[in-house]
Antibody
Framework: EVQLVESGGGLVKPGGSLKLSCAASGFAFSSYDMSWVRQTPEKRLEWVAYISSGGGSTYYPDTVKGRFTISRDNAKNTLYLQMSSLKSEDTAMYYC???????????WGQGTSVTVSS | QIVLTQSPAIMSASPGEKVTMTCSASSSVSYMHWYQQKSGTSPKRWIYDTSKLASGVPARFSGSGSGTSYSLTISSMEAEDAATYYCQQWSSNPPMTFGGGTKLEIK
């Protein structure tokens, strides 16, 4: 059974940093591209980072470029999202998701909540 | 970036009623994916590559479209279909984008 379990969320002050993790199991993690997607309090879905299966390619939207870094450890079957210079608008539920053909996301984790507030 | 606009934002349907929601892209895209999300849960892949049903999705669901106009249709509404549906695309240039969602309620 495919499982994605996020962790690392919490309350952080504006300008602070946080590192999210996503533990994968039940599939060949190293063979799949992965993404982080967030859902705002208004329920809008926003893609925030993408990484290829080997880690050699990463993409970000302009809203987080330069502040967020996606990485992976295929030996540990774990995906990461390092977030820095956090802003109130980064407050959201953060999901990791497995990417398949044509960038559909066929499995999602349960999410980890990030709140940026003073 | 390509903007996806879903309409309507909220709709309600009676059991047995046919339901259609749309996703309009600001520029032509090659395909569309759809996700279903119920309150308190993660999104689930529902329809992919415009018209393919994900595993376990009832046959009363269908997807269609091309270019800038895509749609999700339920042939006969059931109570379990009440949820929010999001469309998503990835163009040749990043980023991936989602529509704002259509919240479907049961009458």
């Amino acid at each position: 059974e495919v499982q994605l379990v996020e962790s690392g969320g919490g309350l952080v002050k504006p300008g602070g940093s946080l590192k999210l993790s996503c533990a994968a199991s039940g599939f060949a993690f190293s063979s799949y591209d992965m993404s982080w997607v967030r859902q705002t309090p208004e329920k809008r879905l926003e893609w925030v980072a993408y990484i290829s299966s080997g880690g050699g390619s990463t993409y970000y939207p302009d809203t987080v470029k330069g502040r967020f870094t996606i990485s992976r450890d295929n030996a540990k079957n774990t995906l990461y999202l390092q977030m820095s210079s956090l802003k109130s608008e980064d407050t959201a539920m953060y999901y990791c998701a497995r990417q398949v053909l044509r960038y559909a996301m066929d499995y999602w984790g349960q999410g980890t909540s990030v709140t940026v507030s003073s | 970036q390509i903007v996806l606009t879903q309409s309507p934002a909220i709709m309600s349907a009676s059991p047995g009623e046919k339901v259609t929601m749309t996703c309009s892209a600001s520029s032509s895209v090659s395909y569309m994916h759809w996700y279903q999300q119920k309150s308190g849960t993660s999104p689930k892949r529902w329809i992919y590559d415009t018209s393919k049903l994900a595993s376990g999705v009832p046959a009363r669901f269908s997807g269609s479209g091309s270019g800038t106009s895509y749609s999700l249709t339920i042939s006969s509404m059931e109570a379990e279909d009440a949820a929010t549906y999001y469309c998503q695309q990835w163009s040749s240039n990043p980023p991936m984008t989602f529509g704002g969602g259509t919240k479907l309620e049961i009458k």
